[in-house]
């Protein structure tokens, strides 16, 4: 097997590359279905990330974003029910054999999960912990995966990476244990990076250095796939947003403009809940999803609601450059 | 209403329990009447253990405790408990201030039942009354805590809470584990009941734009301390110490994108 010298010169991030479709996602639906009921979860998402967007998914509890991200990551229970295209730089996701799925997760697309005390290994050295895809991939012998490791947790932060690497999740406070979880997702140099709440359950200092770290170290060639329901954080660290609501995405477009001029009334209700706009409620709450509205899913909640809205589903349409919706005011 | 006097409180460990850790030191605060104090702090900084020092939860090691003229800190038995209702505390997580084995016809009768609120006959219509004033329907009551969703939870809390008519509540960050949408739905309406029944409230949170909107003055926690008290206003706009300034910027700082959403609120 070929062993490149060091992840971080194999050049697979060709710039040339940079614009085009690396993920593309079509028709998705996951449907989890239960003794009682059928819920779900993601309903008919279409979603093209190009190589090095820095994509953000924004959207409620409950919304299917996390759903979304485990999709790709192929790691959803065996009682979801999973159809329509995931397509991973020209290879369908969803009909792969398990083999490959192995081998892609990690070294092609890997994921900063949410930030709990439960992530990790509680009786693993986080040094053992971040080298083990290294090994489990191939890609190096156990003594320059250790060396690999010490030289990635110099660069995110560590003051000592020897002494770093050699303790146990719990001797490591949120914002450290943070940065374990971005080793543990960088350290195969892998293109796509999904990161889910990346910095929910931070203080406010430490939440802005971990922003920091993830644009200065995670981001730069590399496609990054956010899920938050932090509107602060998607606008720091994104250039696109996909905002969804009830199982699919409502409005997409650059983020500076959607935040700016939203067009979904969801979207516009969700930035005036924001505490510094004055804490402007949207009346009633998202519809379950084993029982969704026929027409618009947001219809019930939403003010500028006609009676087109409660008969009809809006389908997602192009309004003005780069931006969608799925509204029947922009007809 | 509740004046707490240079609270401090140490907890002790180790052989021979030597090794001390100051959790609140010499804090001294006072709330007036239907106001509201924030209290702003990182975790760990102490906020939540001198809320609870307010209620007499935790008994502080030196200072005192005064609710409505009485001192709490000397208070004992049935005395203390005759006070109890008066006081009470809101939780962040519903998940584990609601028992999950009560429905939510039970756990809301449970404390008018125990301080003789209501009788059998009006338990039903008090309990939906309540939970009307927080905004939720009456289809609820049978169900159970897992069967709601997290703002509805917090909900339930909240009325728990009011059934007792308090005069004071610690809210401890009640709203962290709710989404944006759903925490501007409680807060706004924690803030009407404050109004309608004239309830003073200590607030503490991390999120300093959430203390922003609540709080009539703002006390700053560092390391058990207060280092910084004043008006919102002050406090946002002319920090003095350089720690709270360091929270402003992280607070505001990454979110610059958000004045422009101000404007354009002002100018619609």
Redesign the interface.
Same mark, same amino acid.
């Given at each position: 097997m070929n062993i490149p010298d060091s992840l971080e010169n194999a050049n697979r991030n060709n710039p040339e590359a940079k614009g085009m479709a690396l993920i593309q996602i079509a028709g998705l639906k996951v449907v989890f279905s239960t003794r009682s009921e059928k819920i779900r979860a993601v309903d008919t998402v279409d979603l093209t990330i190009n190589e090095g967007d820095t994509l953000g998914l924004i959207g #409620? &509890? /409950?919304c299917g974003k996390t759903v979304m991200g485990m999709a790709m990551m192929g790691l959803l229970p065996t009682n979801a029910d999973i159809s329509g295209i995931i397509r991973y730089a020209g290879k369908d996701l969803l009909t792969a054999p398990e083999s490959m799925m192995q081998k892609m997760r990690g070294r092609e697309i890997a994921m900063i999960s949410q930030n709990s005390a439960n992530t990790l290994n509680p009786v693993m050295k986080v040094g053992d912990q971040i080298a083990e895809p290294l090994l489990i991939h191939h890609l190096y012998s156990a003594d320059e995966a250790k060396k690999e490791v010490i030289r990635l947790l110099g660069a995110l932060g560590f003051e000592d990476p020897v002494q770093a690497a050699g303790r146990y999740p719990h001797e490591f406070s =949120?914002g450290m244990r943070e940065r374990v979880l971005i080793a543990l997702a960088l350290i195969c140099n892998p293109r796509v990076i999904i990161a889910d709440e990346p910095t929910s359950g931070l203080?406010? #200092?430490v939440? *802005?250095e971990i922003?920091h770290l993830i644009k200065e170290k995670v981001t730069g060639n590399r496609t990054l796939f956010l899920i938050t329901?932090d509107? =602060? %954080?998607a &606008?720091?660290l994104c250039t696109r947003l996909v905002v969804m609501y009830a199982g699919e995405i409502v409005e997409t477009g650059p983020t500076?403009e959607v $935040?700016?001029r939203p067009f979904h009334p969801y979207t516009k /209700? $969700?930035?005036?809940? $924001?505490? &510094?706009? =004055? $804490?402007? %409620? *949207?009346p009633g709450?998202s519809p379950s999803p084993s029982s969704l509205p026929a027409g618009c899913r947001f219809s019930e909640r939403c003010i500028a609601a006609m009676e087109r809205c409660r008969k009809e589903h809006p389908p997602m349409k192009e309004v003005g450059d780069n931006r969608q919706v799925r509204c029947f005011l922009y007809d | 209403m509740i004046e707490l006097e240079e609270i401090t409180k140490v907890y002790s460990r180790g052989f021979l329990r030597r090794q001390k850790t100051i959790a609140v030191n010499n804090v001294s605060i006072s709330i007036k009447r239907g106001k509201t104090l924030g209290l702003v702090g990182e975790s760990g900084s102490g906020k939540s253990t001198l809320g609870r020092i307010a209620l007499r939860l935790i008994e502080p090691s030196s200072g005192t405790v005064r609710f409505d003229g009485i001192d709490l800190t000397r208070l004992k038995g049935s005395k203390l408990r005759k006070l109890r209702p008066r006081m009470q505390i809101l939780f962040q997580d519903p998940d584990t201030s609601l028992d999950p084995r009560m429905t939510i016809r039970e756990c809301m009768a449970e404390p008018l039942i125990i301080s003789n609120r209501a009788g059998p006959e009006e338990m039903e219509d008090r309990i939906l009354g309540l939970l009307g004033q927080v905004g939720l329907q009456s289809d609820l009551i049978d169900r159970y805590p897992f069967e709601i969703s997290g703002g509805q939870k917090q909900r339930v809390a909240l009325a728990r809470v009011l059934s007792l008519d308090p005069d004071f509540i610690v809210a401890d960050e009640p709203t962290a584990a709710l989404d944006l949408s759903v925490q501007a739905q409680v807060l706004s309406l924690i803030k009407s009941i404050q109004k309608k029944s004239n309830l003073t409230i200590l607030f503490i949170s991390h999120d300093l734009q959430v203390i922003e909107q609540m709080s009539d003055s703002i006390a700053v926690m560092h390391h058990g301390s207060i280092i910084e008290q004043g008006t919102p206003q002050d406090i946002l706009h002319m920090p003095m110490e350089h720690y709270t300034r360091n929270l402003v910027a992280a607070a505001y700082g990454s979110d610059a994108w958000l004045g422009k959403i101000k404007d354009l609120r002002a100018k619609s």
């Open positions: #409620e &509890s /409950g =949120g203080d406010a #200092e939440k *802005i922003l329901h509107l =602060g %954080t &606008s720091f500076k $935040l700016s /209700g $969700l930035l005036a809940s $924001l505490p &510094s706009a =004055g $804490l402007n %409620t *949207i709450t | -």
